[in-house]
């Protein structure tokens, strides 16, 4: 089946450097890559969508200087936190959707999240 | 905007019983999903249910969807202690997922 591979799994770093989190599919092409962003106890919030070789598309509210999104491959998405502060504390989540025949859930497939914590 | 919202839920049953949790949405779909998020981990896709279906099973897991009131629920049969997660059903539309607020359910062995 269709694997996403997120990586770091968690991170810490000081309040002003910048972290970068991979989210790659390993087994299939992922035309289309989302970030989300969620709080404890809370549900996902989708921070912007990825086309291969275009500009992401940020939702309302998510500062697109502060969250770098990269789609240069079909197999690679980044995301760069910059400048953290401790307020971007989060578990961030990507997902991939891609063209593998006989994907049952409508092509939605997740990586196992970055738990960031800026300190 | 979330389309999918579940009733705030936070369930806690013994090993063996049955769990329900239900979601709500706003807008037309194709189809709705359910995802289980484990603690601190990523989604993992549990059922997907189309428009045109009311009723679908997979395993221990049996989904209704009812256009009409705009619901679906999620009934876990038989819980077992691993079945404790969050569980969030989603909504498709214009190539994106929005999730609802997602239902905690702990099993107790």
């Known amino acids: 089946g269709a694997v996403v591979s997120q990586h770091p799994s968690w991170v810490i770093c000081k309040s002003g450097t910048s972290v970068k989190i991979e989210c790659r599919s390993l087994d299939f092409q992922a035309t289309t890559m989302f970030w989300y962003r969620q709080f404890p106890k809370q549900s996902l919030m989708l921070m912007a969508t990825?086309?291969?070789?275009?500009?992401?598309?940020?939702e309302q509210g998510v500062e697109k200087d502060k969250f770098l999104i990269n789609h240069a491959s079909l197999t690679l998405s980044t995301l760069t936190v910059t400048s953290a502060h401790p307020e971007d504390s989060s578990f961030y989540i990507c997902?991939?959707?891609?063209?593998?025949?006989?994907?049952?859930?409508?092509?939605?497939?997740f990586g196992s999240g970055t738990r960031l914590t800026v300190v | 905007s979330q389309q999918g919202e579940e009733d705030p839920q936070a369930l806690s049953i013994q090993e063996g019983e049955n769990a329900t949790m239900n979601c709500s949405y706003k807008t037309s779909i194709n189809n709705l999903q359910w995802y289980r998020q484990n603690s601190g981990r990523g989604l993992v896709h549990l059922i997907l249910i189309r428009s045109n279906e009311r009723e679908k099973h997979s395993g221990r897991l049996r989904v209704t969807l009812d256009t009409s009131k705009k619901s679906s629920s999620l009934l876990i049969t038989a819980s077992r202690a691993a079945d404790t997660a969050s569980y969030f059903c989603?909504?498709?539309?214009?190539?994106?997922?929005?999730f609802g607020k997602g239902n905690q359910v702990v099993v107790i062995p």
């Open positions: 990825s086309n291969e070789g275009s500009k992401a598309t940020y």
């Open positions: 989603a909504t498709g539309g214009n190539n994106r997922l929005a």
């Open positions: 997902s991939a959707r891609g063209t593998l025949p006989g994907q049952i859930n409508y092509g939605y497939t």
